[in-house]
């Protein structure tokens, strides 16, 4: 086997030669593991939260329905609007949750993203530096923001590993890269963001081409790519090996018609604004943006790539800053490719930056300060999620520890099963998928949170209901038209009640009858002959039904949630 071809030249820079390279090796490998290990233990914490994912329910009554009829559905099949209209979507994710579901319930999820977030930042930190592990704590929040109990947890996890073997190939020449087709096999049953996976593929040629315009690299990156192209034609191929086929890239394809609908109506979709109130408040002391400072670390990290000729990092540094501004679901994969890329960018400056300070105590008080700051940084956040503090004084609908969240309406949905209420049931998107899985197969849903196969003018009527009063024409024309019987909404007190600004009216109607409320959910069930004597037994008045419905015990997260939702709706 001929040797590995060495890096190039400009990659790195000898440490200057006022200062001991023992000395200076062994103080960096400390701040790494140092940093390295607040950034895991940070990492783990971040993703040890309750469930509050909207896309999970389908998602596991996806993989329930195949382990029952022993078939792949490529039609919708679990709602009365949608039912019959074309649905593919990889199947690996909603097998993996719905089996962890079935050994230990939603806590078992819960471990899961615990480990995928640090198992995302140990893969950040394989090949790493100092200036790495302290990118990888400041980018924590960012990879726990999407390595949650969904499908899209795998491409976090997949991306970081895909993007380190193709970076240590291009650095080194002697990556395994026998892994990439291997991961994208898994990939592509798992995610459709695989399509990620192709483009860091292409990530990785770019590179070896910038490097073949100086001459003295130009050797070393045109053996690297001989050595890499047959891996990446197989790794392309290794798309193929799913259930569809070629057809998988139907799925994307039918994403991006309706990209247009996703950035309007899903939160995720929307692009992150780029003016300078935003900027200047994202990167406030007090309460930064992470998002913000890590375009910081771009803005500064792409001159010094430009400076040391290092032009491909610089358009992938550039280029990954395009998606999250354009999408706010893809600021995950970008904070991986700052942590990776742009770590190492800065690492190689370093020695630059300390020929400058001539004197060694001054340098090691700037190192030792600067890691302070970060693993300061990282203490705080630990503290401020294992108390909560992080999640109570924001929006979040989610509390540090396992379980499901306390926004879904897990009682109401347990009502509507026990009292065997009639359907068809009316639920919205938020709340459709955990139905969905809650209460099917016998039950179908209305709708929940995919664009496809429900389509615009349904997700659009689903919210204008939510807000219309119960008597109107639009209510009564949808119950006769679907043979909806029984509503339930979440009226939790953020991201549910303010959407259901008609609680009040619903309580008072002629057409719908209240037959349960607590603090996280109502029932309503509607007037007919065939219901008259069950809403005679389970009518409530909404203006005497004790909220919270139990009385909390002691003072803790879980107690303070039940006030403070009780509170919303009285």
Request: charged residues 15%; contains cysteine.
């Amino acid at each position: 086997m001929t040797e590995a071809p060495a890096i190039h030249s400009d990659k790195q820079l000898a440490p200057p030669e006022h200062a001991s390279p023992a000395a200076r090796t062994s103080r960096e490998r400390l701040l790494f593991y140092a940093l390295g290990t607040a950034a895991l233990i940070c990492a783990f914490v971040a993703g040890l939260r309750t469930i509050a994912e909207f896309d999970l329910g389908w998602q596991t009554a996806t993989a329930r329905w195949i382990v029952q009829h022993h078939q792949i559905p490529s039609t919708e099949i679990f709602s009365y609007t949608a039912a019959g209209q074309p649905w593919t979507y990889p199947i690996g994710s909603g097998l993996v949750f719905y089996a962890l579901y079935l050994v230990g319930g939603y806590a078992f999820l819960s471990w899961l993203t615990a480990f995928g977030c640090a198992g995302t930042v140990a893969l950040l930190l394989r090949r790493g530096s100092a200036v790495t592990a302290g990118l990888a704590i400041l980018a924590v929040p960012l990879i726990a923001s999407r390595v949650t109990a969904r499908a899209e947890m795998f491409t976090v996890v997949l991306f970081a590993a895909t993007l380190s073997v193709v970076l240590e190939q291009h650095e080194t020449g002697a990556a395994r890269l026998w892994w990439l087709p291997v991961m994208m096999a898994v990939w592509v049953n798992l995610h459709p963001g695989f399509v990620a996976g192709l483009g860091l593929l292409g990530a990785y040629v770019m590179l070896e081409l910038a490097d073949m315009f100086p001459a003295g690299t130009r050797t070393a990156a045109a053996t690297r790519l001989r050595r890499a192209a047959p891996w990446l034609i197989v790794t392309g191929a290794a798309t193929l090996v799913n259930p569809w086929g070629w057809r998988v890239y139907d799925v994307l394809s039918r994403q991006e018609a309706a990209m247009a609908v996703h950035s309007q109506l899903i939160m995720e979709w929307a692009p992150i604004p780029l003016d300078w109130t935003h900027i200047k408040s994202g990167l406030s002391p007090f309460t930064p943006d992470i998002f913000y400072v890590l375009l910081t670390v771009v803005a500064l990290a792409v001159p010094l790539a430009l400076a040391r000729r290092r032009v491909g990092e610089a358009i992938l540094l550039g280029g990954a800053a395009f998606f999250p501004i354009r999408h706010v679901r893809f600021t995950a994969l970008f904070s991986v490719v700052v942590v990776l890329v742009g770590g190492a960018v800065l690492a190689s400056f370093l020695p630059v930056l300390e020929s400058k300070i001539r004197r060694a105590r001054v340098r090691l008080i700037f190192a030792v300060a600067a890691s302070a700051l970060l693993a300061g940084t990282a203490a705080v956040r630990i503290w401020d999620m294992v108390t909560d503090r992080a999640y109570r004084t924001g929006s979040e609908i989610v509390s540090f520890g396992t379980g499901l969240s306390w926004w879904f309406p897990q009682a109401a949905a347990a009502f509507i099963e026990r009292e065997n209420l009639p359907g068809q049931i009316f639920s919205t998107g938020s709340e459709g998928a955990y139905m969905a899985f809650r209460l099917g197969p016998k039950y179908k849903n209305y709708i929940d949170g995919r664009a496809i196969p429900f389509g615009t003018e349904l997700m659009l009527r689903s919210g204008r209901l939510k807000a219309t009063p119960p008597d109107s024409p639009e209510w009564q024309h949808e119950s006769e038209r679907y043979g909806i019987n029984t509503i339930l909404v979440p009226i939790g007190r953020y991201g549910a009640l303010q959407f259901f600004p008609v609680l009040k009216q619903f309580c008072a109607s002629d057409v719908w009858a209240p037959v349960y409320l607590d603090e996280v959910g109502a029932v309503f069930v509607r007037h007919s002959p065939e219901t008259e004597s069950l809403i005679g037994r389970l009518k409530v008045d909404c203006s005497t039904v004790p909220l919270p419905a139990a009385t909390p015990v002691g003072n803790g997260t879980q107690a303070f949630n039940q006030w403070a939702n009780a509170a919303a709706v009285l």
